[in-house]
């Protein structure tokens, strides 16, 4: 059974930080790029950053970068999203999704497999 189970959310201040996992199983691991989705209260889901299969990454919000950092440890099937300087801009719901090919695509649709996500919410 395939499943992608994220963790690590919650609530912080403004300045704070966070790290979220994205646990696998159920797949080969090393052959999907694993993206990072969220999706805020009334707003349209959005691509936030993606890891390949090479471990590069491609931000697809300008406001992340210098901020959020993801990685990949094949070892344990994670991916990890360090989110620092967290801004109230910030509070959704993060998905993480697994797609089946060498490089990153922003759509969520492009991707194979998803998470429930996990509850990211940044006070003021």
């Known amino acids: 059974e395939v499943q992608l189970v994220e963790s690590g959310g919650g609530l912080v201040q403004a300045g704070g930080s966070l790290r979220l996992s994205c646990a696998a199983s159920g797949f080969t691991f090393d052959a999907y790029a694993i993206g990072w989705f969220r999706q805020a209260p009334g707003k349209e889901r959005e691509g936030v950053l993606c890891?390949?299969?090479?471990?590069?990454?491609?931000y697809y919000v300008d406001s992340v970068r210098g901020r959020f950092t993801i990685s990949k440890d094949s070892a344990k099937n994670t991916v990890y999203l360090q989110m620092n300087s967290l801004k109230p801009e910030d509070t959704a719901v993060y998905y993480c999704?697994?797609?089946?090919?060498?490089?990153?695509?922003?759509?969520?649709?492009?991707?194979?497999?998803r998470g429930q996500g996990t509850q990211v919410t940044v006070s003021s």
């Open positions: 999704a697994a797609g089946f090919r060498r490089y990153c695509l922003r759509t969520l649709s492009s991707y194979e497999y």
């Open positions: 890891i390949s299969i090479s471990g590069s990454t491609t």
